[in-house]
């Protein structure tokens, strides 16, 4: 291997990008592209492409990728410099219009071959609320606009006061085209944009191969925002602001991803005739299930990715999202926040994180707040692994795990919101967590698939009855209003088709335990669970009691949690491994004779103030 890594390392090349090159030039350091694209079109596996600071407004679109782990192309900004990649382009030439209105007049040959304000948000699953959005999007230095349903809007906006930013939806702009051009209005309240820096999306994606199994590519470092990207049902190809196309081994790692129209980062399905024909039905994603097998949906040739270390925000779809193409991948260490804040449009298909077949994913160690659905495995979560992830302020839910049979573990995580889990699926192990909000549990008639362990291939379809579900070490705090559909605490399982495994959880403030439950703690203690943000820090607030210790419970280990039903399979390591969960959520040590309750490993009793992020 090491023979293997030095002559990558002796036979690559280093390729230059600046704002001061040309792409006349050779590409190096003395001599650098002026264009990223420049720089991709003759990289080779192996080659690396630095790029220098400044803002470059293109699309990068890949031609060809690395041909292994040790022999990629990396893209990567050079050290300590900033580079913003921009899918926009400054607009002036803005006239008043009335009042605070302006309007500028823009040739459609200035688009090129694509037109953000022709084209129509639109797909399966997705709902455009009685009127039409655009791909397209204008920003006041920085800060995007929203986009009003009729002209009568922008003359006079009202104040969406339900929303993350009520003073903000008053900036309202409109768009029509003819023939010849486009027309865009915008309120811009008393700011002159021909003064101010005023942009508007231009490009599909900043990050984006047009051909599926451009393989190993690394991107690391930029700051990427204002794409006109398409909403990006499961069933269709999956275009996000950085997307991997129906690829395989990227790591997509230390960038800022923002203002994206609908997605940041995609893990997708690549784009076939069969694109938004699903009739938004389970029966039509099974058949884009079935092509995507035909069409090489295996471990040897997709997935495998590596996202993290990302800061991803401002999206109105999803933070990071995949459709079969991010199996076997890792999500870690990403701040991901204000996702869906508009809310002028929803669908089916929006969350902090969201992913279809997650299988063997790893989602874990990241920061999801301030959006509707917190992180969302939908179909074919089977061996997936969601921990040590921080959650809070979602309006919808933290996590939802949908029609997965299972096996799937849930560990280590904070789930703070209103609504800390809904479960529509079976065959979960949900261990160490502490669920600050209520659960729901619904059963699903649909039939979705299981598959062998660890592979795509299916085994069958059946329906989800609900339960079969592990709950072991726990805490639960009964902190908000329950209704008939969502209660706190394991109680709300009591009714459920599949036999339940119950043991060692802690329930307080009003929070019911399981009936049947072998050995638990019920308290009226309330734990004063609160989050509070530093900076860039965020500490979790909680009160440890005594009432915490007065349960036996037992290391968590694929011995003890058996076999899920449907499947017949082993809770167990993406790399087939057997599990031990002998770690808290901040790394620390467990008891392995009698772990504490909840994600931390605490000995002292009393208020603490733990940092989490």
């Not at 036979?11 to 694209?37: C, M, R, W």
């Not at 596996?45 to 600071?53: Q, R, S």
């Amino acid at each position: 291997m090491f023979f293997v890594l030095l002559s990558s390392l002796l036979t690559a090349k280093e390729y230059h990008v600046a704002k001061t090159g040309n792409d006349k030039n050779p590409g190096t350091s003395e001599s650098p592209f002026l264009t990223i694209q420049a720089a991709a079109n003759i990289a080779q596996a192996g080659d690396i492409i630095t790029v220098y600071e400044g803002v470059y407004r293109e699309r990068i679109t890949p031609p060809r990728g690395g041909e292994s782990e040790t022999k990629r192309i990396i893209y990567r900004t050079a050290e300590g410099e900033k580079v913003n990649i921009k899918g926009s382009e400054i607009i002036k030439n803005w006239e008043k219009f009335v009042g605070t209105v302006w309007k500028v007049v823009i040739p459609n040959s200035f688009f090129g071959d694509y037109n953000p304000y022709k084209d129509l948000i639109q797909g399966d699953w997705f709902n455009a609320m009685g009127r039409v959005h655009h791909t397209g999007e204008v920003y006041l230095n920085g800060k995007s606009l929203w986009e009003a349903a009729v002209l009568e809007d922008v003359f006079n906006p009202k104040q969406n006061t339900d929303r993350f930013d009520p003073e903000g939806s008053t900036y309202t702009w409109y768009c029509e085209s003819n023939e010849e051009n486009t027309f865009i209005y915008a309120n811009f309240h008393g700011v002159d944009p021909n003064q101010e820096l005023v942009e508007i999306n231009v490009r599909k994606s900043c990050f984006y191969p047009d051909t599926t199994n451009i393989n190993y590519i690394t991107i690391s470092g930029f700051t990427m925002s204002q794409a006109a990207t398409q909403w990006a049902p499961p069933t269709a190809e999956q275009i996000g602001l950085i997307g991997t196309n129906w690829s395989k081994g990227w790591i997509i790692e230390n960038n800022i991803v923002s203002d994206s129209k609908c997605s940041g980062i995609t893990l997708g399905k690549y784009g076939d005739q069969w694109d938004n024909t699903s009739e938004n039905s389970a029966e039509g994603y099974v058949e884009t299930i079935n092509r995507a097998l035909q069409n090489g949906w295996n471990k040897e040739t997709i997935g495998y990715h590596i996202i993290r270390n990302n800061t991803i925000f401002d999206c109105e779809q999803t933070g990071i999202c995949g459709s079969m193409g991010g199996i076997f991948s890792v999500i870690e260490n990403n701040n991901i926040y204000n996702i869906w804040t508009k809310r002028q449009f929803r669908g089916a298909e929006m969350g902090g994180i969201k992913i279809h077949a997650s299988i063997d994913m790893v989602v874990k160690n990241n920061r999801v707040v301030n959006t509707g659905r917190g992180i969302w495995l939908d179909w074919m979560a089977q061996g997936a692994i969601v921990s040590g992830n921080l959650l809070y302020n979602n309006t919808s839910e933290d996590l939802f795990m949908e029609v997965n049979h299972g096996p799937f573990l849930v560990k280590n995580n904070l789930f703070l919101s209103e609504l800390s889990l809904r479960d529509w699926s079976q065959g979960g192990a949900y261990v160490h967590n502490l669920f600050a909000g209520n659960i729901e549990v619904r059963l699903q008639g649909r039939l979705t698939p299981f598959h062998e362990p660890h592979s795509t291939k299916v085994l069958g379809l059946r329906q989800i009855f609900c339960g079969d579900n592990r709950f072991y070490n726990n805490i639960f705090v009964g902190d908000t209003p329950e209704d008939r559909g969502r209660l706190s605490g394991l109680q709300i399982y009591d009714d459920v088709a599949l036999p339940m495994y119950v043991d060692g959880n802690v329930y307080l403030n009003g929070a019911n335990p399981f009936t049947g439950e072998k050995s638990s703690v019920k308290s009226v203690l309330h734990p004063e669970v609160s989050i509070s943000e530093q900076g860039e820090n965020v500490f979790l607030n909680i009160l440890f009691h005594n009432s915490f210790r007065k349960i036996k419970t037992q290391l968590i280990t694929t011995e003890l949690l058996g076999k899920a039903k449907i499947p017949g399979q082993n809770y167990k390591n993406p790399d087939g491994s057997s599990l031990k969960i002998d770690e808290d959520y901040l790394g620390n040590k467990r008891d392995k004779n009698n772990p504490m309750a909840g994600p931390f490993e605490v000995k002292e009793n009393g208020i603490r103030k733990i940092k989490v992020w």
